[in-house]
């Protein structure tokens, strides 16, 4: 089963930006449908974005185009550059493989990276 090692996280003001990395342990990446989640706090996990195995992506509506996701093949590592950040934007961010369009998760949660966006 896939390990998810994230990074990237920080304290960032509004406005500012990051990129978080998901680097993913096995030699199976390339099949990998990689997603990013997040969890606020006191809120429920949700779907950030998703980029599949061939290349099609998927972005819940809140991103807006702020958020972009990417992967690297040959690194076995996922990429979420975050753009124009907001407050509501602070959440836990983690990383997993997931079923297309369903987006039921394949791999067990990893610790994760705290992002704060507060001036």
């Known amino acids: 089963q896939a390990q998810f090692v994230v990074s990237g996280g920080g304290l960032v003001q509004p406005g500012g930006s990051l990129r978080l990395s998901c680097a993913v342990s096995g030699s199976m990446f390339n099949i990998y449908n990689m997603a990013w989640f997040r969890q606020a706090p006191g809120k429920v996990r949700e779907l950030v974005a998703c980029?599949?195995?061939?290349?099609?992506?998927h972005y819940a509506e809140f991103v807006k185009g702020r958020l972009t996701i990417s992967r690297d093949n040959n690194k076995s590592t996922a990429y979420l550059q975050m753009n124009t950040l907001k407050p509501d934007d602070t959440a836990v961010y983690y990383c997993n493989t997931v079923a297309w369009g369903n987006w039921v998760i394949f791999g067990d949660w990893g610790q994760g990276t705290q992002v704060t966006v507060s001036s």
């Open positions: 980029i599949a195995t061939g290349g099609p992506i």
